[in-house]
């Protein structure tokens, strides 16, 4: 028996349903992932907490409404292959894992993706694979995906995201000209030079460093 089970329900309760996200799978996929097993132990018992929580090297796991926002607009299929850039703590890509069929995530700190290939490991996630590497570039050897889902902040959407979507393909991205606050993007790849983009509102992330992103320091 899960020690926690009744707080992650109060956390879908209160914090996602009460603001209005009911996609059932979306739900049913955060109530699945032991939010508490991706935190470190003296932040246990706020595991559950409506907000980002500090895992080391100044990144963050981030708030569970976000994580479900996020996976929510990506409209995601059982059959979807999914790249999410910013593994951090390996959270989104465990609730992307329960969603679709594969997911190929891209963390560029080498501590932190070693520590997430060990939490993934341990709550069972096969089908996940975590790569250390500028997530800027993508992973143009496994392009096109399904969706794209960005954990991390850039000063504009880079071109590399558009170009590894497939036709239909989605991708939500949080960036702007700041570095503490963006706007969530999603855009929708409609034919290979059309896109649908729509802004979802406020957010703060950490930066996206790397190439195509923000300048380290
Ligand atoms: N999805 C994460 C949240 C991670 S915070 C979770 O659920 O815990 C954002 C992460 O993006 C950080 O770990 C940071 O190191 C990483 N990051 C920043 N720039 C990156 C880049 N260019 N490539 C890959 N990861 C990057």
Redesign the pocket.
């Given at each position: 028996m899960d020690p926690f089970e009744s707080e992650r329900e109060a956390m879908v309760r209160e914090q996602l349903e009460r603001r209005g996200l009911a996609n059932p799978r979306v739900l049913d996929a955060i109530r699945a992932v032991p939010r508490h097993l991706?935190v470190k132990n003296s932040l246990l018992k706020h595991a559950y907490a409506d907000r980002p929580l500090t895992?080391g090297?100044y990144?963050?796991?981030?708030q569970p409404y976000v994580?479900a926002l996020m996976c929510d607009r990506l409209k995601l299929e059982e059959t979807d292959r999914v790249l999410?850039?910013?593994?951090?703590?390996?959270?989104?890509?465990a609730v992307l894992a329960q969603l679709c069929e594969r997911v190929v995530t891209?963390?560029?700190?080498p501590e932190?993706a070693k520590r997430a290939r060990e939490t993934l490991a341990k709550v069972d996630c096969r089908n996940v694979t975590v790569h250390c590497?500028?997530?800027?570039l993508g992973r143009p050897e496994e392009a096109p995906f399904d969706a794209i889902l960005v954990?991390?902040a850039a000063p504009a959407v880079p071109e590399t995201y558009k170009q590894q979507l497939c036709v239909g393909g989605r991708l939500v991205i949080p960036a702007g000209r700041s570095r503490s606050s963006q706007s969530l993007y999603r855009v929708r790849k409609k034919s290979d030079s059309e896109f649908a983009v729509e802004d979802l509102g406020g957010v703060a992330?950490?930066?996206?460093?790397?190439e195509k992103?923000w300048q380290n320091g």
């Open positions: 991706f895992i090297h990144q963050t796991i981030s994580v999410e850039i910013g593994t951090g703590s390996g959270y989104a890509a891209v963390e560029r700190i932190l590497s500028d997530g800027t954990s991390a992330f950490v930066p996206l460093i790397g992103g």
